[in-house]
């Protein structure tokens, strides 16, 4: 079946404009995780969401970042007033996750954002 | 100290050595151990969860020693088509999140 989708899959912006980076997770998939991956860098947790749960959004870097997932399904992840420092991949992945934060997640092509 | 840490190679290897990977975690209480294949400029995937007892799948073993709070990664008869990032994580525990290492970079030469 279709695997987790993002778009775009590149993203070149200037510095201070807003931007926002699309994922559809796998169907049937109840957990939705946005990371993000620097140059060298590990996986970065931002944001998890959980059915109708409110999201656990203790890894945003800061107030520009923000995300939504509408009808338990697609995700968006914003960006306001990009900065160079927040050039990196963004990922997301999905999970059937019930309880726990532990089962497999499959992640998706991922977005490469570049600010200039 | 970091919460996860793995050497970041590169390993160069050739085709059908033995190369293992180490990697440590900082928090006693995680409870969920996994390592993840990262090729490059692609997605991770799941490659296996790691087990108490150890466990195998194929040429593939992961061991994890509580105690000392590391996790590690045998492969055996290495191909050109294990050349890739190979990342650590763990589950924190108590609704935390999955931790990724930075991964350790694997390169198998013909």
């Known amino acids: 079946g279709a695997g987790v989708s993002q778009s775009p899959s590149n993203k070149v912006t200037e510095k201070g404009k807003d931007v926002e980076l699309r994922c559809d997770p796998i169907?049937?998939?109840?957990?939705l995780y946005w990371y993000r991956q620097s140059l060298g860098q590990g996986l970065e947790f931002l944001i998890y969401?959980?059915?109708?749960?409110?999201?656990?959004k203790s890894g945003l870097p800061s107030d520009r970042f923000s995300a939504e997932r509408t009808g338990g399904s697609v995700s968006t992840l914003t960006i306001q007033r990009t900065q160079q420092e927040d050039s990196a991949v963004y990922l997301c992945?999905?999970?059937?996750?019930?309880?726990?934060?532990?089962?497999?997640?499959?992640f998706g092509p991922g977005t490469r954002l570049t600010v200039l | 100290r970091k919460e996860v840490e793995q050497d970041p190679g590169p390993f160069n290897v050739p085709e059908g050595a033995t190369v293992a990977f180490n990697c440590t975690y900082s928090?006693?209480?995680?409870?969920?151990f996994f390592w993840y294949r990262q090729d490059c400029r692609k997605e991770p995937k799941l490659l296996m969860s790691?087990?108490?007892s150890g466990n195998e799948d194929g040429r593939f073993t992961a061991q994890l020693n509580r105690a000392s709070q590391y996790i590690s990664l045998l492969i055996r008869d290495s191909k050109l088509s294990d050349s890739a990032t190979y990342l650590c994580?763990?589950?924190?525990?108590?609704?935390?999140?999955?931790?990724f290492g930075k991964g350790t970079k694997l390169s198998v030469k013909p």
């Open positions: 992945a999905s999970s059937l996750a019930a309880a726990y934060r532990t089962d497999t997640q499959y």
């Open positions: 169907s049937g998939h109840t957990a």
């Open positions: 969401f959980q059915g109708n749960s409110a999201p656990d």
């Open positions: 928090n006693s209480a995680s409870q969920s």
């Open positions: 790691v087990y108490s």
């Open positions: 994580v763990v589950y924190g525990g108590s609704q935390g999140n999955l931790i």
